[in-house]
């Protein structure tokens, strides 16, 4: 499996921003899809954002207009741009790769964000 490990959460007030980092142990050039899911306490993981290795986006419902997904693969790093942030953002963030083989695949060990007043 690739390792993998964010950073950047915290506690931000709404409206402001704040930016997830997903640094990769392995080239994520060719991973099919990276992403970001995140998961509240007593709700399922959802999608937040993915990106395929061709730069394709693709955004949950949610947060769509708000938040931005982009690669960085000179870094092994993907990133997510959080920008007007609701208390209902807050979650556990995870970062995926999801790869054609298992040496591609896995999920980092998250970072929190909360957002609260």
């Known amino acids: 499996q690739v390792q993998l490990v964010e950073s950047g959460g915290g506690l931000v007030q709404p409206g402001e921003s704040l930016r997830l980092s997903c640094a990769a142990s392995?080239?994520?050039?060719?991973?099919?899809?990276m992403g970001w899911y995140r998961q509240a306490p007593g709700k399922q993981r959802e999608l937040v954002a993915t990106i395929t290795s061709g730069g394709s986006t693709n955004y949950g419902d949610s947060v769509k207009g708000r938040f931005t997904i982009s690669r960085d693969n000179a870094k092994n790093t993907i990133y997510l741009q959080m920008n007007s942030l609701k208390p209902e953002d807050t979650a556990v963030y995870y970062c995926n790769a999801n790869g054609a083989i298992i040496e591609y695949r896995g999920w980092g060990q998250g970072t929190q964000v909360t957002v609260s007043s």
């Open positions: 392995r080239s994520i050039r060719n991973i099919f899809s």
